[in-house]
Structures are given as structure tokens and as C-alpha cells.
């Protein structure tokens, strides 16, 4: 790994050694010949990828693309990611696969807060990015991103299920390239980052609070 | 801990307006005994709305004595998204897209219910050939609704997606055909005031004469695995039961009010579109239990198959779009007008008073699946808890229709 003078090495950093500092040209070379060489980290991240299990969670109309992904012709499980879990407790994804209302929102973030880490969250559908087509309705949130960490968007009203398998292929890229230490280590390995978010409690108009600033801050008005 | 009376627990048992248990009615293996006194504590159990089981964001609240159901109530709204208030503020056909996502199995319906009103409030006429043209794009919508309501409802019986898998294969056949000719899979946005968007061209048609042919191979296949499985017939026969009176008096439409012998199909009672010219059979059962609503299901997409034929026998050609029709700076007189049709899950109506303006001034929906959710209750008094689920899915909800 290279750095530049510029950046400073914490001192808390050690690196994994092995693997993970070989040339890849060296690797490569060593594979040939029958010798498999990994980084703990690697190895980790590749088999956490391929075995995805989403959360049986579906919302609205992107859930019916959602159940077409999993089905034959789509067939999510070449990705790994067929295996629907009925119980956050046991979910890797939560696929926030619809619209978000204003009484189903504190109920997302709760069981976002009852999945174990490392989670990943995928926004399916223009209603789950911002609210979508319902968006100036009065009891749709706009978008799920105010209250939970998204880290895939896909868009579309409903996305196709090849969208939905895009999505997730982007998420496994994603997670192959987490680093488990160091100063740019994965969210969930730090402890000084939360995990759980503080699930809003229904108000006399809205949502209390609207939004999380720690997770979505609104954008800055554009200067003129 | 004493125990609370029954009655106030819930005052349908102790009025007796409801017979309960009617179960004990019924000979065979089904019936279970529901004790009049308790002696242990109840237990409240909330399902939902995430569960696996409730077809989406419901959410049911069982008091359960054992396994048995003493009360069970329904939850709704957290899928309300302001579909009746956003419509009176966009034009009419803007909101021909949110039909789309009431019910989103059936766009295609849909979209004709709200068309039929427009076209009822304004006094649009349809030509012949968009009349047929809407006919088969709601049959095929039925064919589509009634083999994935199968599938689930054999989830919910346990049969963990197999049923379902077959039904998605023959659901992407029809929704190809969907989007080759709408542009979208699921939210067809087909329909227009006084005819159709798009016109089929003769290969579109071939194609979908040819899977229409292939369909009842299709049922054959899916009922030598369902009908007669043991399990099922255990699960389902003499469950879930509803009386005649209790339905009509209950507002209960569709393949659940058929299940119970009462013979209201909106096909035959109004002849709304050019369904009078059609020959086909409305399917009746008679114990109004899961079992029946169940074959409902199957009988109806044989008789769908059937006008589907027709359909494609007698299409005309033609114009698919009323010249006189004005999409924009559609403005109709002030008025009232209430227009229905048989969705595959039941009566779909739309209520809409016009001001004279551009857009609605009231905006109201008939959900099928709402009302007939009604009676869940009365259904799952005396059953398991395990069967409440399966008849939540023999009712055949849809979330987006239910909640709006």
C-alpha cells in the first residue's frame, strides 16, 4: 500500500500482514501454480458478499419486483442473496423495497436497529429515495435516508428486478472493498460510529424529529 | 388472575349475532372446541406489519386462548399515502398513473375503473375496438392476480415458494406482453378517457392468443399439484367460514362473496364495457370457506381463458381512441358520477364530483380488498392462529388498495 508523505500513520495502525501487501502480479503468478494466497480480509469480505440475506420486508409495489428477483427467471440466489429472513435479528440487508410512510417510518428504523452489523440498507424505488410520485402527499416520508444510512439507491417506479440485481451487485463490490482496521476501516468495525438510530416518535403533525442530522442533513440551496 | 368475561372481550359473542363457534357446525376433522371459560391467561399476540405472512404492511392484533383466536383486530394505514388527496389536486388523467399503484398487481383494471367514471361523469363514448382491447388487458390482469394470489396463499400454508415459482412464470409471460406494449411491467398506465393508449400490432396479439391457448395447460399442471393435496384440504376445508348473510350484509364482493353461493358478478349484473357479448359462466361455490374461495380462484381463470378467446376471436378493427376525446384541458361539466367494475379482487369503484374544474373535487375509492377485510375478524373466531394467516391470504389483499 502506498501513501503519500502528506498523509500521517496513526499510530494505532497495524496492518494485516501477509497477503494483503504481495504485488497482485505476484499473487497472480503464484495462483497459476496452484498456491492461493488471501488476506484475512479478503477472504472475509468475499464470503460475506456472496452470502447476503435480505430482510423479508416488503412495503409496497417494489416488493412484488422484489419477490419477481427471487424467482426463476431473475433467480437472485446466483448472487447469493436468496435466502429472505423473516427476523432482523438474522439480516444482513434491510431492502427498503417502497413507500415509507409516516407510521411505518419509527417501525423501518426499529427493526434497522434490531439487525446485527455489519447491516446494509438498499433503498429500491423512487418512494424509498424521496418519497417518489407520493412525495407532496402528507403521510409519506421523503425518502429513508432521513432516519437510516443508505447504501445503495436504486431508482425506478417500481426498479426492474435486473435493477434490484444491479443494486446488489454494486452493494457486493462495496463490501469486497471494506477495509476491517485502519483509518478508513468499514463503519461497522468503529466503535465511534452508532449503529442504532434513534426511532421517531409519532407528533402532533409529524414526526418527531422529522429527520436524523446525524444520518441526512438537507442539501445546501444552490448559489446563484 | 381472574380472568375477563368473554363478552367483554368482544360483544359479538355474548349478543350472539355472530354464531360462534360456527365451526361446531360442521362435521370432520376441523372442528375445535372453544371453551366458554378461560382457565389460563389470554394471550395478545400483535402480528405484523413486518411479518412474512401478512401480504405486506398489515398488521393484526390476535387475543389468543391457547392457539384459538378469541379476538382479532385489524390495523390499517401504514401504507396510506394520500392517493384520494393528491388527486384532487392534480387533473384528471394525472392521476391515472396513481391508479396504477393502488392495486398494483392490476394495473390494467384499475386503470379501466377510473376511466369507466371519467368517461361516465363526461359522457366519453369508446369505440369497439378499444372495448375489446380493455377487456382483454383486464382478463389477462385476472389471469395474472388470481395465479400469484394461489401462490401466495400456498406460502402462507407452508409450502415455502414452490406454488409461487410457477405462478411467477406464467405472471412474466403476461407482463411481458405488458410491457412490450405500455413501456412498464407493473404500472401499465394503459387506459385513456374514451379509449386505449396503444393499439397491439397483429404480432403482439398473435403472441398473446398463443399464451392465452397454453394457459388452461398451465392450470391443469397447478391444480394436479394443489387441489387435491392432502395437507391442504386439511387446512383449508370447513376454515375460515362465512355464511351468505354475513357477506351480503357485510358489503363483500368479488371471488370471496361467490365463495359463499351468492351469485353478484358485476360482469353479468351491470354488462359494463362489452361483456354482454361474451359467453362465459360466473363460478359459485358453497361452504364459503378457504377451500372455496381457493377453487373461486381457479374456476374463474378457466372462465377468463374462455373470454379471453372470444376476445381474440372477434376483435375488430378501428379506431382505439374517441376522436371527440380531449386529454388536454380536460374540463368536464359539474357533476357526480359513481363508476364500477369487477377487479379480480372484487367490486372497484370510483366516486368522483366534478366543480367544473381541471382537477376532481371529490375523489373517492371503492377498495375491494378494504371492504371485504371486514369480515376477518368473524372468519378467524375459534380458529388457530396458524389459520388466520391462511385466511388473511384467501381474502386477497393488496396493501397499496387496502391503505390507499
Known amino acids: ?224 | 388472575m381472574s380472568t375477563p368475561p368473554l363478552s367483554s372481550l368482544n360483544p359479538q359473542l355474548s349478543t350472539g349475532s355472530v354464531p360462534f363457534p360456527f365451526a361446531a357446525a360442521l362435521p370432520g376433522p376441523s372442528v375445535r372446541a372453544v371453551h366458554d371459560q378461560f382457565h389460563g391467561d389470554l394471550l395478545e399476540v400483535s402480528m405484523g406489519p413486518q411479518h412474512p405472512s401478512t401480504h405486506g404492511v398489515f398488521r393484526m392484533v390476535a387475543t389468543l386462548d391457547g392457539e384459538q383466536i378469541v379476538k382479532l383486530k385489524p390495523v390499517f394505514g401504514y401504507l396510506h399515502r394520500n392517493h384520494e388527496k393528491i388527486a384532487e389536486n392534480t387533473t384528471y388523467l394525472g392521476s391515472m398513473p396513481y391508479t396504477d399503484r393502488l392495486d398494483y398487481l392490476c394495473s390494467m383494471s384499475t386503470n379501466w375503473a377510473y376511466a369507466l367514471t371519467v368517461e361516465k361523469l363526461a359522457g366519453i363514448t369508446v369505440p369497439d375496438r378499444a372495448q375489446y382491447l380493455r377487456i382483454i388487458m383486464a382478463e389477462l390482469t385476472r389471469l395474472v392476480n388470481h395465479a400469484c394470489l394461489v401462490g401466495f396463499l400456498f406460502n402462507d400454508l407452508g409450502t415455502s415458494f414452490t406454488p409461487l415459482l410457477y405462478a411467477f412464470r406464467e405472471r412474466e409471460k403476461i407482463i411481458d406482453l405488458f410491457e412490450a406494449l405500455s413501456g412498464s411491467r407493473m404500472m401499465c398506465n394503459y387506459q385513456r378517457f374514451g379509449g386505449c393508449r396503444v393499439d397491439p400490432t397483429p404480432e403482439w396479439l398473435e403472441t398473446a392468443r398463443v399464451l392465452v391457448e397454453n394457459f388452461p395447460r398451465f392450470l391443469d399442471e397447478y391444480e394436479r399439484m394443489l387441489t387435491g393435496n392432502e395437507i391442504m384440504l386439511a387446512r383449508t376445508q370447513g376454515i375460515g367460514r362465512v355464511t351468505p348473510a354475513q357477506a351480503v350484509n357485510a358489503g363483500l364482493t368479488g371471488p370471496v362473496l361467490r365463495a359463499c353461493g351468492v351469485d353478484y358478478d358485476l360482469r353479468k349484473v351491470d354488462g359494463y364495457g362489452y361483456y354482454p357479448r361474451f359467453e362465459f359462466r360466473v363460478p359459485l361455490g358453497d361452504h364459503g370457506d378457504t377451500y372455496d374461495r381457493y377453487m373461486m380462484r381457479i374456476l374463474e381463470m378457466r372462465e377468463s381463458v374462455k373470454i379471453l378467446t372470444q376476445a381474440f376471436r372477434d376483435l375488430p378493427a378501428g379506431p382505439i381512441m374517441d376522436p371527440k376525446a380531449k386529454l388536454r384541458g380536460f374540463r368536464p361539466k359539474a357533476g357526480e358520477a359513481y363508476g364500477r367494475l369487477e377487479g379480480p379482487k372484487g367490486e372497484l369503484g370510483f366516486f368522483l364530483i366534478s366543480d367544473g374544474s381541471p382537477n376532481p373535487y371529490r375523489y373517492r375509492v371503492r377498495p375491494p380488498s378494504l371492504i371485504n377485510l371486514t369480515l376477518l375478524e368473524d372468519m378467524c373466531l375459534g380458529h388457530t392462529i396458524a389459520d388466520s394467516v391462511v385466511i388473511l391470504g384467501s381474502i386477497d389483499i393488496v396493501l397499496g388498495e387496502v391503505d390507499r
Open chain 1, 1 to 224: 500500500m502506498e501513501m503519500s508523505d502528506a498523509t500521517p500513520t496513526p499510530a494505532a495502525y497495524t496492518p494485516f500482514p501477509a497477503a494483503g501487501n504481495i504485488p497482485d502480479a505476484d499473487r497472480e503468478d503464484l495462483r497459476r501454480h496452484g498456491v492461493l494466497m488471501t488476506s484475512m480480509e479478503e477472504l472475509y469480505n468475499w464470503g460475506r458478499s456472496n452470502s447476503i440475506w435480505p430482510l423479508q420486508f416488503g412495503l409496497a409495489c417494489c416488493a412484488i419486483e422484489m419477490i419477481a428477483a427471487a424467482t426463476a427467471r431473475f433467480d437472485i440466489a446466483r448472487f447469493g442473496a436468496e435466502i429472505f429472513r423473516p427476523s432482523p435479528r438474522q439480516a444482513d440487508l434491510m431492502i427498503v423495497s417502497g413507500t415509507v410512510t409516516k407510521k411505518m417510518a419509527p417501525l423501518v428504523v426499529r427493526l434497522w436497529n434490531q439487525m446485527p452489523e455489519p447491516k446494509y440498507c438498499i433503498a429500491m424505488g423512487a418512494c424509498a429515495i424521496s418519497g417518489g410520485p407520493f412525495k407532496q402527499g402528507y403521510n409519506v416520508l421523503k425518502g429513508i435516508d432521513r432516519f437510516i444510512p443508505v447504501d445503495i439507491y436504486i431508482p425506478g417506479c417500481p426498479p426492474r428486478p435486473e435493477a434490484l440485481l444491479n443494486g446488489l451487485v454494486q452493494l457486493q463490490k462495496k463490501i469486497k472493498g471494506e477495509k476491517l482496521s485502519g483509518p478508513d476501516a468499514a463503519r461497522f468495525t468503529r466503535a465511534d460510529v452508532p449503529s442504532e438510530f434513534p426511532i421517531p416518535e409519532y407528533g402532533a403533525h409529524d414526526l418527531e424529529p422529522t429527520k436524523n442530522p446525524a444520518v441526512w442533513t438537507p442539501p445546501a440551496p444552490p448559489s446563484a
